[in-house]
């Protein structure tokens, strides 16, 4: 079973809630880290790592002594990465998504694949027994989903070889990161809060990710602050809200030392409880609709 923690925008609570969900868990299990780009789950569960691994991506390498200039691969490229000018042709590897379409074409088999660096998969054990899997995406890197798409791939492996469940901590918004990081999902958590922004945005998530057809369920941080907007939607679409979080400085305080908030009281360790249940049984019923 896949679980994907996921939100309109940053800062709502999503990683929070991950870790909480990811020491509270009922059965083994897998944490993930899917937010390339700033990944923060390690804050929290604060694994030991084990093997950090390059991932690359193929991007083409041109042998000019067999090249005709006949410009097959760069009318081929949408993404410009390859160009041909008169007799001059040219490679642009940061714009190159890698799907090996130059080589394939070429007629004089003049392209072969080199390598481009996206960034590193963290393998690591949290708590003793919490496997933890990382993506970083390298400084400078513009895309994400190539190195998503890895360890996504190792993800399903771990999941397979040892009947572990897996609890996806995904990046924010609704661009391609995040669509990638949830299309593996049993369940989709969307976590938000009762601001006016946090409205716009939960609405913006759940409607992005509605098409993939999975359950989705909502958890309210800092409920009691803003409005009753997000209330009011989740019942229009009934749309379960699982938990709340409640709007309170020790809460605040205690996560943004880094601390687990399932530990911070027995309150709110059964709230996680019970949301850790409700999400297994969400994608039960899924499996047998």
């Not at 390859?82 to 799907?99: D, L, N, R, S, W």
Request: charged content about 25%; aromatic content about 6%.
């Amino acid at each position: 079973m896949i679980v994907s923690v996921a939100s309109g925008k940053g800062g709502t609570g999503k990683t929070t809630v991950t870790a909480s969900l990811a020491v509270s868990w009922s059965r083994p299990l897998v944490a993930v880290d899917l937010d390339v780009e700033e990944p923060n789950l390690h804050l929290f569960l604060k694994p030991e790592v084990t093997d950090t691994e390059v991932v690359t991506i193929e991007v083409p390498e041109v042998d000019e002594s067999k090249c005709t200039y006949c410009r097959k691969c760069a009318e081929l490229c949408q993404f410009k990465a390859i160009a041909v000018m008169g007799k001059a042709i040219m490679t642009f590897p940061e714009m190159c998504h890698g799907c090996g379409g130059c080589m394939a074409i070429c007629p004089e088999g003049a392209i072969s694949a080199g390598t481009r660096e996206l960034g590193v998969m963290e393998r690591g054990v949290a708590r003793g027994t919490l496997p933890c899997l990382t993506g970083r995406l390298r400084v400078g890197e513009a895309m994400s989903p190539p190195l998503m798409r890895h360890v996504r791939s190792c993800m399903r492996a771990e999941s397979a070889e040892r009947s572990l469940d897996v609890l996806v901590d995904a990046p924010p918004g609704v661009s391609c990161p995040a669509m990638s990081a949830v299309a593996d999902s049993d369940v989709i958590v969307l976590v938000t809060e009762p601001t006016p922004f946090g409205f716009h945005d939960f609405k913006l998530a759940f409607e992005a990710f509605s098409p993939y057809g999975k359950p989705i369920a909502a958890v309210i941080n800092r409920a009691g602050l803003g409005d009753n907007r997000v209330y009011e939607f989740c019942t229009a679409q009934n749309l379960p809200i699982l938990a709340e979080i409640p709007y309170r400085r020790d809460i605040a305080e205690h996560y943004s030392k880094g601390m687990i908030l399932a530990e911070m009281d027995e309150v709110l360790g059964e709230l996680f409880t019970k949301l850790g249940q409700d999400l297994r049984r969400m994608a039960k019923e899924a499996r047998h609709a």
